[in-house]
């Protein structure tokens, strides 16, 4: 039985891409494991390369009266103020998207997938807002 040989040559092109695919490989290892090994490294890297710094210019904010009474909660992808007589629906980048009257002064929250029941304690009045348009009824 004979054994054959391969007598062809590589080509210049199929050489260099096998020189850069070892260089990106020793790169991205390097990388790993200074980054695992070294805190600064890797505080550096978060910051610059992935982003995962957050400031106070990124962060979503609600301005909230603290000297008033408000109730304020949160349901499905939204969060609601209840404040004189006014309940003020937010969406999660904190932008207000709808304002309902609803005359409750002591209220009770309950919640099921995309709608909002808003009740008096111990009264009659029952409120129910709906994702859909934040539609409201009584």
Known sequence: MKV?????KMSLKNKMLIIVAII??????????TYMVNEEARE???INILKKEISEEDVAT???????TQYIYAYDKYIVILCNGKLEVYNN?????NELEIAISH???AKNGN???????DGQKIYLVSERKNTMGK
């Open 24 to 33: 990106i490989g020793l790169f991205t290892i390097g990388i790993t494991i």
């Open 93 to 97: 980048y904190g932008t207000k998207i």
């Open 62 to 68: 609600i301005a909230i009266d603290a000297d008033k």
């Open 115 to 121: 709608y909002l029941a808003i009740a008096e304690t």
């Open 107 to 109: 209220p009770i929250f």
């Open 4 to 8: 054959l040989e391969f007598k062809g």
């Open 44 to 46: 550096w890297i978060n």
